[in-house]
């Protein structure tokens, strides 16, 4: 599915959105126009936008004086297991995270676009993780696939994997590179 920005490109804002794309949910309901959340003057410029067919969109405005990449969420208030709070490094969410998890948590399907550096893996990583938790009778296999466009990006994704599943029982994490011996 094409991806629409609707922002000009910078160098830090690639046109196509990296490891972070999952696919559009296919509800068939015509495409609502994104819904504008003033934000805080203290944060960078982060864009979350949900594919067209998504009816549950959200974006954060850009704000020209930001400099920041956190927003006031702590991961250690969220939703989420004890075991990945035990294995999260951080404490305050950055926006793109603060932004998508509970959407995530939810299981929506979300076309996220952020700035190189705000923390797109934790915000996709996290997500699957907890759903995975949630799944009863789990297949042997692979549960969770991350699609990288580069080896390098492939290999950072496994290390936040696998810091994020430190205290996790029962998860292996690997990466499938090709053009090396
Ligand atoms: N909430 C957070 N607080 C502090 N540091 C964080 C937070 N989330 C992620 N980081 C750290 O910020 C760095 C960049 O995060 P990450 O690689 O996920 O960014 P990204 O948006 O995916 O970047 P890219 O577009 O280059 O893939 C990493 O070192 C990561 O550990």
Redo the contacts with the bound molecule.
């Keep these: 599915m094409a991806t629409r920005s609707r922002r000009p490109r910078t160098e830090d804002s690639p046109a196509m959105p ?3 794309t999952v696919g559009a949910s296919a509800t068939g309901r015509p495409s609502k126009k994104l819904k504008q959340t003033p934000a805080p003057a203290t944060v960078i410029p982060v864009q979350v936008q949900a594919a067209p067919q998504v009816p549950a969109a959200l974006e954060r405005a850009e704000s020209p004086t930001a400099s920041r ?2 927003s006031d969420r702590k ?1 250690q208030d969220a939703n989420i297991s004890t075991q990945s709070k035990a294995g999260i ?6 926006d ?2 603060a932004a998508t998890l509970d959407l995530g948590l939810a299981g929506k399907d979300l076309l996220v676009q ?10 996709f990583l996290l997500p699957a993780i907890e759903r995975l938790l949630k799944v009863k009778q789990r297949l042997a296999g692979i549960s969770v696939l991350v699609l990288a466009p580069t080896r390098e ?1 492939a290999l ?1 994704i496994e290390e ?1 994997a696998q810091i994020l599943l430190k205290h996790h029982n029962g998860f292996k994490v690997g990466h499938v590179i090709g053009g090396t011996n």
């Design positions: 990296r490891a972070t990449h956190f991961f490094e951080h404490e305050f969410m950055s793109v995270q952020a700035k190189t550096g705000t923390g797109k893996t934790i915000a990006l950072q936040e």
